[in-house]
């Protein structure tokens, strides 16, 4: 798919998946083999087995609180504290309370 900013890609080669599918699942899987075979800037991973296997094969990688800390930190929003209500409250996302305080210190709202 094209015409905007997101590019839906295939994996080219396959071989590795199955190896990965014994720690992970089929998702990150793919995105893991795909940042490899293509050398992507950045992956972004939010499963801990599998930022531990980008690790391993020296993949960049964050995870979404990362790049929404980077964009507080941009000045392209004015309260992460805000986005990440809404992302508990309408997409079930999960962030420690010691996590979510570091983060918020970090970018200046703690």
Do not use: H
């Amino acid at each position: 798919m094209t015409g905007g900013w997101l590019i839906v890609e295939q994996v080219p080669d396959r071989q590795v998946i199955p190896l990965l599918r014994g720690r992970i699942d089929e998702g990150e899987a793919e995105a893991i083999e795909l940042a490899r075979q293509t050398q992507v800037d950045l992956l972004i991973l939010d499963e801990l087995a599998g930022r531990e296997i980008a690790g391993e094969m020296s993949l960049p990688y964050t995870g979404l609180l990362g790049i929404l800390a980077a964009e507080k930190l941009a000045g392209n929003m004015a309260s992460l504290k805000t986005v990440i209500d809404r992302l508990r409250s309408e997409c079930r996302f999960f962030i420690s309370e010691p996590l979510e305080k570091r983060l918020l210190e970090g970018v200046g709202e703690g």
